[in-house]
């Protein structure tokens, strides 16, 4: 018997005071009455279109909505159940003997379709809770679920909701008392395009500008399921070659679970230019891009060919460098284009990995004039990742699809349905709304069922409908190509299941019917996605569970050299399967190999997304394979998800668990020191993203541990990793409020060197990277910041040999170092120059940190546009890592609030404001981080209060004092002046320049002291800081009286639209 699940209408009807009547009545007389209501139930039901699933008793249990669906299926629940309680009562036998009460809930059931006694068992709490409302309502009452009366839309009164206390159900169930009531035609075969025109002609105009005036050019159509994305596409697919001959169209098609395949699509494209099978070997892949690249001039062939190979699993090398990756793909594009007009297309991108997002966004901004015409078929959540998709481009046109108008669904009905009555295309038509998929899809169905006088509801219902009405293996074949996804191949099926007959003859049926199209050699889809889903839908989870493991391992026996290839394909199927196998049949053998063939797998795909240096999708297959792996296996992935972790939100909880799990198992020390290493390193070197620190003594003896490890391990590259971790103890001392000695910064600085030194031994750029700034921190905290700032810019200077990571982390830190120096053109030069290297969805957290600086130099420099522009990536990179407890970039949202409040947008400064707090209320009471909440509120007090108590000699917080002290000198609530020479002295000292600037005007407004408002002025004009040049030259003028230099700053002040401070040195000096 083949189960499937189903969203079924049950109807549960029984007699009111049924044992009252037995010991009135002769049990005889008791059956005929009871055989005259079945009887009618029969009747009822079966007009309806509802079968009698049995009944118990004097109760009838009856289903609509299988074995057929009819798409009203809860209408007609509805319909058959007034009829039945009416002709009961008015049954002269009946009537005054037998009172019967009705419920009716609608829900997913477990059905069996096949069956010997022609039964329909069915399962599931959508029947209990059918009986569960039968028994609460009064005789001759009808009660209904709630998501049965959802369904329906008009025709029938129902009186006020109801709670009914049910056995087992944690709350009670809602329901509403059903009141009342308020020929074959031909079909085209396929949908015409109706109301597509000016779209239509959209897509022709922009073809030929790129095609033909080499023009790049992106197009985006966006609308939701079945609005018609796919058939403007066909059309305008089928009109190209007019337009331009000689045109190559390569297709991407991103897959309903491609969010864990990270570039499976581009598979398809790379195949189809390059002129490979799909199921070609590595070698042969690898060699065929080699042979496509020769004569196009590539220098770097051997790594161009290295990179593209990769991305699709046909690599012999990993890819750690992202940007190299994406690069080596936009010169692909180019390439091709070059050789022949090239066009695009992404379908379904809604559902591609953030990865995929990230290497199409900067693929679609090619160098050059190139005839490419990139197009992205999308729904509207795609929006919800990417908001600002495709904005701020050159060339890009979006096309949003508006559902039709009522004459132009009428005219797509007329046109597919010849003959219809004016009633029945109204009908359609509202019931359509404007979705032509559907509309297809009711006549389609109409038309199949001859006239049928009731229609569907909703497009599910209606694909359903149509798929009850295929032959049994039909039905089956679009069962089991839902597994694969929107696309699937015969010999697929048949590895799924072995005893299909007649395969390619049933798919040209299916094809004939417009369910499926060949979209390849051996290769077909879905005609809609909606097809795909629905008929997923229907296959019991055990089923699903057992046709994915089949498919997994058909994948397997078929990838020979190209498992990295279909490594994420083979792990999704088999993680499906074992998550399944898993709830239903948690203790067999079988469940335990399909469980370990997943792990296996992910495990596998994690390498293949992190060789393309795709990290978000690497740790999503981590964590999929930490659900299901033995606890053997744990400490290695939860080692793993640590590494690759972006948040230290994130990272810490997984390095903590390896550390756990590595010595409860007995772990080499080896594995032990790498894990505490990667934890050390996030502690102090990163500690502005750990929100939870730890104490001085939880510290200590972390480092005790790890020295004591350390001393048995031979591993050189661990022992640097080490060293250079343990070389930011000052830094972390610091962060803890505690000021380092002497010989803390000595030993740390050793401790750095040491690590250096075996670093260029072992010729690993990115530790002695991380050992540079470990040297650079403790340069910085012994005051010596024109050193730090020298060891930062060695890193620079070798950065492309690092990581992303390092080669940020080196921007930045030459970015911070001449900020507070008050080189803000070096600083603003330098994160320039990191950022042009980031490519979207690369390294957020630490692009965050770059980011955070360049908003500070932006502001300070008076490029407040800029500034609020590097605002909004700021937030989006936030969000991107998982709003991490990022302490690091509250620079760049303080400098943002002051941008946004000076040009009088509380809007946009209460946005920056909340993230603030956000980050900042992660912090604990006693850290740093909490002097700085409400900065930028209405109310200066607690900044005020916050400046008061700051160590000054704190290293981190030199821009925010900064920050803090103009806050407050713009809303005329200076510090004592006891507390400006104090900042101003320290300010000396440390070389502070911008810091000392502030300082200098505070004491000159406080003390109406010229000489050192003058002396502000200049510091201000040598950084190129307009806005507090301005605002000085205003304060000057105010005690000096001259109106020239008055006017010179408040006409910088309203060219960068600083409200604020306009109009209050304009009251001053009226005043």
């Known amino acids: 018997m083949a189960e499937e699940r189903r969203v079924v209408t049950i109807l549960f009807a029984d007699v009111a005071g049924s044992t009252a009547l037995g010991d009135s009545l002769d049990p005889e007389d008791v059956r005929i009455l009871l055989r005259r209501y079945f009887d009618l139930a029969r009747e009822a039901v079966t007009e309806h279109g509802g079968i009698l699933e049995k009944f118990i008793g004097d109760a009838v249990v009856a289903v609509f909505g299988f074995p057929q669906t009819h798409d009203d299926d809860p209408q007609r629940a509805l319909a058959a159940a007034l009829a039945l309680r009416d002709r009961v009562r008015a049954d002269r036998g009946l009537g005054d003997r037998l009172p019967i009460r009705l419920g009716i809930n609608t829900g997913e059931v477990v059905a069996t379709r096949e069956s010997a006694t022609g039964d329909f068992p069915l399962s599931g709490d959508a029947v209990n809770v059918a009986a569960r409302l039968q028994q609460a309502t009064e005789p001759w009452g009808i009660l209904c679920g709630e998501r049965t009366v959802a369904s329906v839309r008009s025709g029938f009164e129902f009186g006020s909701v109801v709670a009914v206390d049910a056995r087992g159900k944690a709350q009670p169930i809602r329901a509403l008392p059903l009141l009342g009531r308020l020929a074959r035609l031909p079909v085209a075969s396929r949908t015409p395009l109706i109301g597509r025109d000016a779209d239509l002609q959209q897509l022709e105009l922009v073809a030929r500008r790129a095609l033909h005036e080499q023009r790049p050019f992106l197009v985006s159509i966006i609308a939701p399921a079945g609005v018609g994305k796919t058939r403007l596409l066909e059309e305008f697919l089928e009109r190209l070659p007019t337009i331009e001959p000689r045109t190559t169209v390569a297709v991407a098609q991103c897959l309903p679970y491609g969010q864990r395949l990270t570039y499976w699509p581009l598979r398809s494209v790379l195949y189809r230019l390059i002129g490979v099978p799909d199921d070609a070997r590595p070698q042969t892949v690898r060699h065929a891009i080699r042979v496509w690249l020769e004569g196009s001039g590539l220098e770097a062939m051997d790594r161009e060919v290295e990179l593209l190979a990769a991305t699709v699993g046909a690599g012999e090398t990993e890819v750690s460098d992202r940007s190299a990756l994406l690069a080596a793909w936009r010169t692909f594009f180019e390439i091709a284009a070059r050789r022949a007009p090239l066009v695009l297309v992404f379908e379904d991108l809604h559902w591609s990995s953030d990865s995929l997002l990230d290497l199409f966004e900067f693929v679609m901004q090619p160098r050059g004039d190139l005839p490419l015409l990139m197009i992205a078929l999308t729904r509207p959540e795609l929006l919800d990742r990417r908001p600002a998709w495709g904005g701020g481009r050159r060339s890009y046109v979006s096309i949003s699809l508006e559902p039709l108008t009522d004459r132009e669904t009428a005219q797509l009905i007329d046109q597919l349905l010849e003959g219809c009555s004016p009633e029945l295309v109204d009908r359609i038509v509202r019931r359509a709304e404007g979705n032509p998929f559907f509309a297809g899809e009711l006549i389609r169905s109409v038309a199949d069922r001859a006239g049928a006088d009731q229609l569907p509801d909703t497009v599910q219902a209606t694909v359903l409908a149509r798929l009850d009405l295929l032959a049994p293996e039909e039905r089956r074949i679009t069962q089991l190509g839902s597994v694969f996804g929107r696309a699937f191949r015969p010999p697929g099926l048949l590895a799924l299941e072995p005893t299909l007959q007649d395969v390619d003859q049933v798919i040209d049926r299916l094809v004939d019917k417009d369910l499926l199209r060949p979209t390849g050699t051996d290769v077909f889809a879905f005609r809609h996605i909606l097809i795909r889903e629905v008929a997923y839908q229907t296959l019991t989870r055990s089923e699903r569970g057992r046709l994915h493991a089949a498919a997994a391992a058909w994948l397997e026996g078929l990838a020979g050299d190209r498992e990295d290839a279909l490594a994420e394909l083979i792990a999704y199927h088999y993680r499906e399967a074992a998550v399944i196998a898993s709830a239903q049949r948690p203790g067999e053998l079988e469940t335990a190999m399909v469980r370990k063939r997943a792990v296996e797998w992910l495990t596998r795909a994690t390498e293949v997304a992190a060789a393309a240096a795709a990290s978000v999708e690497g740790s999503r297959h981590l964590r999929s394979a930490i659900e299901l792996a033995e606890e053997s296996r744990l400490p290695d992935l939860y080692q793993r998800l640590g590494e690759i972790g972006e948040s230290s939100d994130f990272a810490v909880p997984a390095y903590q668990m390896a550390l756990r799990l590595c010595r409860e198992q007995g772990r080499p020390p080896e594995q032990e020191l790498a894990i505490m290493v990667g934890l050390l390193a996030i502690y102090t070197r990163s500690q502005g993203s750990v929100a939870d620190r730890l104490s001085h003594a939880a510290m200590k003896e972390f480092r005790q541990q790890a020295r004591t490890l350390a ?156 500034a609020l522009a590097m605002g909004e990536r700021a937030r989006q990179l936030w969000l991107e890592s998982g709003k991490p407890s990022a302490g690091y970039a509250v620079r760049g949202f303080m400098a943002a609030i002051d941008v946004a409040r000076a040009r009088g947008d509380e809007q946009l400064a209460d946005v920056y404001r909340e993230l603030l707090r956000t980050i900042i209320m992660a912090f604990p009471q006693d850290s740093p981080f909490r002097r700085w909440l409400g900065y930028g509120e209405s109310d200066p007090l607690p900044i005020e209060e916050a400046l008061k108590g700051v160590p000054i000699e704190t290293t981190g917080l030199i821009e925010r004092i900064e920050r803090g002290l103009n806050l407050l000198i713009d809303a005329g609530r200076l510090p004592s002046i006891e507390r400006l020479n104090e900042i101003l002295e320290r300010s000396q000292q440390g070389k502070f320049r911008p810091l000392e600037a502030q300082a200098r005007r505070g004491l000159g407004v406080a003390r109406r002291d010229l000489d050192m408002l003058s002396a502000s002025l200049a510091m201000w004009e040598e950084f190129g800081a307009l806005p507090y040049a301005a605002r000085v030259r205003c304060e000057r003028a105010l005690l000096t009286g001259d109106h020239t230099e008055l006017e010179a700053g408040l006409a910088v002040l309203e060219r960068l639209g600083d409200r604020v401070q306009l109009g209050r040195y304009e009251r001053l000096a009226v005043g």
Not at 755 to 762: E, G, N, V, W
Not at 785 to 808: D, G
């Open 711 to 866: 001393a048995d391990v031979t591993d050189e590259r661990i022992l640097a990793r080490y060293l250079a971790s343990d070389g930011f103890y000052p830094f972390w001392l610091l962060g803890a409020g505690t000021a380092p000695s002497a010989a803390d910064i000595a030993a740390a600085t050793a401790s750095a060197e040491k690590a250096r030194s075996i670093a260029q031994k072992l010729d690993d750029p990115n530790i002695e990277s991380m050992a540079l700034d470990a040297l650079s921190s403790n340069a910085q905290i012994a005051g010596d910041w024109a050193r730090s700032r020298a060891y930062a810019r060695r890193r620079v200077a070798f950065q492309e040999r690092l990581s992303m990571v390092e080669k940020i982390d080196a921007h930045s830190m030459v970015a911070w170092s001449s900020a507070l120096l008050g080189d803000l053109e070096e600083a603003e030069r330098v994160s320039a120059s990191g950022l042009a290297q980031v490519q979207p969805g690369q390294v957020p957290a630490w692009t965050l940190h770059l980011v955070a600086w360049r908003i500070y130099v932006l502001t300070l420099l008076g490029r407040w546009d800029e």
